[in-house]
């Protein structure tokens, strides 16, 4: 007989866990509470890693389809204060790819079947599956059963909001002040992708516009006429939060993925990145081991440490974005930083030619 899995959560980590298990010949039920996948949402960026994953499990990024949107490599990204003084002018690296949530969600569920309006109450009840997978995000009642509640997620003092407007933008980049921050990317030929954040105990009731306006709308022009823009509805404001540090993801045949593992500030873009890396490893460590038992280790030892020190990265990301004392120094050497490095522009050979 098959082996078979249960996977709670049709986000980004259950869905890809989903696919790299089912490409390795697992039977998979994933199991999912809300009634469909979401049909809105803002844009992803997408690091190489990620890209090489969605690969390995069937999901062809480089067709640019509907949702996903690449910026070749050498499109300018900078670094402002509120006044609108240029700190940093950085040339990219490498090939930017973004994806919208939903554009993301609808590729990698293709072929997979979700039981939605299906919540696990108690995950440790499952009993009749190899292997459960916490795919259940920042709030993970698997983690909960799993670790108790020492372990739910811990609220990093912020909140923010974000949204994509229609039509491009001259310049693109974050404004970093005092407990504030305010970034402007790319999701396509003819869109805008902005997020802001402020230090913040809770989240703010609507309407969202006149928060923008109160905290951002001094700021410089590039700030002022992005938020012109914003629409009311279609704004998306929530407090950020970050998985405290377990000593293991998984226990006995149950193992976590995604946010339920190492929910991380926003900061660094990576939280669906490394989901998607999580899903395509546990698949094929299980596959590859002689036991579940051995594939859960296998798992455990390839993925924790790394996204662990990506939760403390993007933390202290956000604390330098947002510094109160010893910003001006920060500014200083950021400018410094800016005028002394000039980064070799390189293709990333990953990515296929445009
Ligand atoms: C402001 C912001 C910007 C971001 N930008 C980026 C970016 O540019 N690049 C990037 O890589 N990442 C980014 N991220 C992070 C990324 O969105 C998350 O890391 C990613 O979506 C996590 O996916 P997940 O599948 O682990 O969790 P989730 O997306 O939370 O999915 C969990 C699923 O489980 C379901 N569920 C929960 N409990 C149960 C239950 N008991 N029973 C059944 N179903 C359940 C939920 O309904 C949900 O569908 C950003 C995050 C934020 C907040």
Sequence with gaps: MGHSAVIIGAGIGGLSTARALTRHGWSVTVVE???????????????????????????DASRRTDGWAHIAAGAGTRLWTPSGRMLMTAPGVADLNLVSRPALLAALARDIDVSFNTQVVDPGRIDDAELVVGADGTFSRTRQRMFGDRFRARSLGAVAWRG???????????????????????????????????????????????????????????????????????ILHHGLFEAPKLPSYTTGRTAL???????????????????IVDGTTLGRSVAQASSVEAGLAAFDKERRARTQRLVLASRLMGRFAMLDAGSGIRNAAVGTAGRLVKPRQRR???????
């Design 33 to 59: 509470q809300a009634a469909a996948l979401p049909t809105s949402g803002t844009m992803l960026g997408m690091w190489p890693a990620a890209m090489r994953a969605l690969d390995d499990i069937g999901v």
């Design 164 to 234: 994509t407007v229609k039509g491009a933008v001259a310049e693109y980049g974050e404004t970093w002040a005092p407990g504030a921050l305010f970034g402007i990317t790319p999701a396509g030929p003819d869109a805008t992708n902005w997020y802001a954040c402020i230090r913040a105990d809770q989240t703010f009731d609507g309407p969202h516009l006149p928060q923008l306006s109160n905290h951002f709308g001094s700021w410089h022009r590039g700030v002022r006429e992005l938020i012109d823009r914003i629409e009311e509805g279609a």
């Design 348 to 354: 990333d050979p990953t990515l296929p030619p445009h």
């Design 257 to 275: 993925v995604g946010d339920a593992a190492h929910a991380m500030a926003p900061f660094l873009g990576r939280g669906a990145c490394e989901a």
